[in-house]
């Protein structure tokens, strides 16, 4: 396949790394340009870490572990964990600029049943602004999990995750451990689910549903080709 831009449109820092880390490694290692957008700083999340400026920072570290350019990444500064006070026109114009600027090929977002209420309407606004027409550059959108916030949803048909997309990961397992590595102070001890245990868990049991070592998987939003 000809190299390609991918987009990885995310709530939160970390959230790339905890749902498609090593797919993005992968992308970067195949020739493609893996480019990222953060719709907010993280800063109110979580009262442990330090600031707007040391989630950036985090971010960097994260992104470029697994081979990407700082060029590539855009923060944008929504309020954590209150993005349903924005008008969902603003964040999709948001990420409309910055589909301008990359014209990814693929995208790949959170989720429309998680939990935080941030990454369902990253998922809402990534659709209303790469809406299929004609001259749209997207041909793929996908949806990651994000363990602690997909899986803890209300349980229901309609939130359901259901992947049928798996990537095969074990060649770069440990560029995700590595960039997961930038974020351990959002990491908990095991059993919690936000720990390398259940990460590392997951990661194996996608694996096995698909007869790999190890994989990340993905619902299929659209695709074209
Ligand atoms: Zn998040």
Redesign the pocket.
Same mark, same amino acid.
């Given at each position: 396949m000809a190299q390609q831009t991918v987009l990885a449109v995310? +709530? *939160?820092p970390?959230?790339e790394i905890?749902g498609a880390g090593a797919t993005l490694a992968k992308h970067l290692a195949q020739g493609d340009r893996v480019c990222f957008v953060f719709m907010t700083d993280?800063e109110a +999340?979580r009262g442990s870490f330090d600031g707007a400026e040391a989630r950036r920072h985090a971010a960097y570290g994260a992104t470029t572990a697994i081979g990407a350019s700082k060029d590539d990444i855009c923060f944008f500064d929504f309020p954590d964990n209150r993005l349903d006070t924005v008008a969902m026109l603003d964040l999709a114009q948001a990420i409309e600029k910055t589909v301008e600027r990359f014209r990814p090929r693929v995208i790949y977002t *959170?989720h429309r049943g998680?939990l935080?209420v941030? *990454?369902r309407l990253t998922h809402q606004a990534v659709l209303t602004a790469c809406r299929p027409v004609p001259d749209s550059t997207v041909h793929a959108i996908y949806g990651f999990e994000?363990l602690s916030?997909t899986e803890w949803a209300s349980p229901s048909a309609d939130n359901a995750f259901i992947p049928v997309h798996y990537v095969d990961i074990v060649d770069f397992w440990d560029q995700k451990l590595a960039a997961l590595k930038a974020y351990d102070h959002e990491m908990r001890t095991f059993p919690h689910a936000r720990s390398y245990e259940a990460v590392e868990a997951l990661a194996k049991l996608r694996g096995a549903h698909v007869g790999l070592e190890k994989a990340e998987a993905f619902s299929v939003i659209h695709q074209r080709g």
């Open positions: 995310c +709530a *939160h970390d959230d905890l993280g +999340a *959170h998680d935080n941030d *990454h994000v916030s």
